[in-house]
């Protein structure tokens, strides 16, 4: 039974659900930026960040940290956190839930530091948090990772022991079924991991913050100003459909439209995440065991996740759907009416308490992948000129400040640990061209479902799906490129 103090807002009751993000619409702290105008000139700059999300932000920032003459132009296609930043589940968390995949492709040393610098993000963003004032319900109180089957179970078994193997056994703790179905009001629930340096936020007012912080330091930033050509020259030229930068050095922090650029086509999935939140329900939530500050995923590859935001609402999401052909974005990634139905009817039994409240807001959004999960910073061109960040994969909240902080090293020529860091790199891997890719995507993706499905119902999978969906990998190593289509 839900408590009466709900009820007002109870399934039933409700009025409609609003296709749009809530963090935007529903959050009165958020206000669209009113000075972001157009670029509509030639402008000069040292360096021209592209791209108005976390990780533009994070780059912006560190620039002006690291050289406060620096002049910096930022240019955003639409307004700043309209892509993955201003929409996303708000987790808070670095590489501790992937210590082991760290291990296994950078080897033990570079694991270390890059969990450290991923981690290292999260007081980052903390500490400008505090020093700009940013009012963004940024909470630390752990994540939970509920395993919903045996099989999810035994598939976090190894986290912990990868994470003591390199000392740092305190970072996830080990939760009993009782324990974590008490912690998320999941009856399903068979054990799970709480990353114990974890938390959440409201994305879209960080994104608002962050976005605030770098005009305060000198940043232009000009909006509704999407690239539409880039001139891979010394200068580089960076054309929008009223103005021009040229500038000495650019970033490219275009989030999962940097698909679209010829050297990177062949390098990304696009595929979207969606997400509900219900009307607030604070005494629901209590009686869940959710808490604010500590977000919810289980342990499933498209994976359900959430959390209880400032005004006790549940944000509830999940990646998969669509994929983008070519890399290309579609409408479906934004809104895909069947995706959320379907997250709908997951949410209600995953989390019984959740049956009675109301869905008020329902989005998604683009995310871009590669097959290894660790994003990268490369460069374009003949002139080392042109800087990129991505393939966050779905976790880039705070791996975004690493990337950015990355970026904006290699942008000012600094010899550091972050420019030398293996995150400085050549795509990973390169992808089949279509329509070979997208089949192939789809292919494992069917196969992981069946998985996954015959999992929840502690039965074994066939053993074809368990092969396609384990042992299927399609990339092409970064030195085999077919002849370019672009
Ligand atoms: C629904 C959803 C839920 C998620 N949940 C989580 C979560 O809980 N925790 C977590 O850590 N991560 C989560 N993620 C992933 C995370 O949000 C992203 O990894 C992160 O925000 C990436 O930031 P970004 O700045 O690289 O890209 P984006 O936020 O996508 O920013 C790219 C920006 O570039 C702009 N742009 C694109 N093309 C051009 C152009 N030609 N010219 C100018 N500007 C351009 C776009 O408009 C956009 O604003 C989620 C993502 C989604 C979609």
Known sequence: MMADTDAGRAAGAAREPQAGVYWFGGDARWQPPGDGAPLT???????CVVGGGFSGLWTAYWLKRLDPG?????????????????RNGGWVNGWEDSIGALVSRFGAESAAWLLEASMGGAEVIREAVRE???????????????????????GLRDLPRAAEAIGRGELLKVLSAAEAQEACGSPRAVGGLLLTRAGSVQPALLVQGLRRLAVEAGVRVFEASPMTNLQRGLPAIVETPAGTVVADQVVLTCGPWLAGLRELRRTLFIIPSHVVATAPAPAALDAMGWRRGRPFADARTAVHYGQRTGDDRLVFGRGGGRLGYAGRIVPAHFHDEPEIAEIVSDLRELLPGSRQLAIEWQWGGPVERTQHGTPWVGALGRHGNIHYGTGFAGNGVCPTQLIGRTLASVALGLDDEYAASPLVSEPPSYLPPEPVRSLGARAVRAAINRCE???DKGLAPDPLSRLVSRGLDFSMPAKIRLPGRS
Request: charged share 25%; aromatic share 4%; hydrophobic share 50%.
């Open 41 to 47: 000139r030639t402008v000069h700059a040292d360096v």
């Open 70 to 86: 620096a002049d910096v132009v930022l240019l955003e296609r639409e307004f700043c956190g309209a892509g993955a930043s201003g």
């Open 453 to 455: 499905e015959k999992a």
């Open 132 to 154: 700009g004032g940013i009012d963004c319900d940024l909470a630390f109180e752990g994540a939970l990772i509920v395993a919903l089957s045996q099989a999810q179970l035994d």
